[in-house]
T-cell receptor
Framework: GESVGLHLPTLSVQEGDNSIINCAYSNSASDYFIWYKQESGKGPQFIIDIRSNMDKRQGQRVTVLLNKTVKHLSLQIAATQPGDSAVYFCAETPRNAGNMLTFGGGTRLMVKP | GAVVSQHPSWVICKSGTSVKIECRSLDFQATTMFWYRQFPKQSLMLMATSNEGSKATYEQGVEKDKFLINHASLTLSTLTVTSAHPEDSSFYIC?????????????FGPGTRLTVT
């Protein structure tokens, strides 16, 4: 379901290290999941997606893992760069919902040079 | 990839006035567009689903008479914040849905920062 937080959790990593951002979802009917990156003052930018018939999907420097048993989604960023600093949101959509997205609370990633 | 634009990118208005925000899909036709609101340090909250040629569907708690949505063409949806108050100050983001390659994709606009004084 929807998650609204007054304070975004922050993950601080050193440049070059790997980052792992986690997300818990609540709707067991969700079958499509997306990770978005949002930089300050901009709209969300698509990073990677995964369907519920998969448990892992890889992109360029990013990997998404899906654990349907515990309703958990994670985004792994390899060799994190300063340009990766942003807020990351997971989003879910139930099957047959016409791509209507429900966003998670978001995590701020800060990359230290 | 598909591009969605919003206009204006930011606007300051006085309390009691109305503000119109435009959302356009630039290189595809979108029968459905979504409007979100985002307060500082918070996630995106869906306000309404805008369907071309029909009335918008509003989420629970969103006043349809205050947030007027018009989706008059396949490439344009507008959100009008009527009688704006300072608590309406927020970041408004639209997205447009495109159906291609057998599935839906949702593309987001850059957002509009509304400040009501």
């Amino acid at each position: 379901g929807e998650s609204v937080g007054l304070h975004l959790p922050t993950l601080s990593v050193q440049e070059g290290d790997n980052s792992i951002i986690n997300c818990a979802y609540s709707n067991s009917a969700s079958d499509y999941f997306i990770w978005y990156k949002q930089e300050s003052g901009k709209g969300p930018q698509f990073i990677i997606d995964i369907r519920s018939n998969m448990d892992k999907r890889q992109g360029q420097r990013v990997t998404v893992l899906l654990n349907k048993t515990v309703k958990h989604l994670s985004l792994q960023i390899a060799a994190t760069q300063p340009g990766d600093s942003a807020v990351y949101f997971c989003a879910e959509t139930p099957r047959n919902a016409g791509n209507m997205l429900t966003f998670g609370g978001g995590t701020r990633l800060m990359v230290k040079p | 990839g598909a591009v969605v634009s919003q206009h204006p990118s930011w606007v300051i208005c006085k309390s009691g006035t109305s503000v119109k925000i435009e959302c356009r899909s630039l290189d595809f036709q979108a029968t459905t567009m979504f409007w979100y609101r985002q307060f500082p340090k918070q996630s995106l909250m869906l306000m309404a689903t805008s369907n071309e040629g029909s009335k918008a569907t509003y989420e629970q708690g969103v006043e349809k008479d205050k947030f007027l949505i018009n989706h008059a063409s396949l490439t344009l949806s507008t959100l009008t914040v009527t009688s704006a108050h300072p608590e309406d100050s927020s970041f408004y983001i639209c997205s447009a849905r495109d159906y291609s390659a057998g599935h839906y994709e949702q593309y987001f606009g850059p957002g509009t920062r509304l400040t009501v004084t």
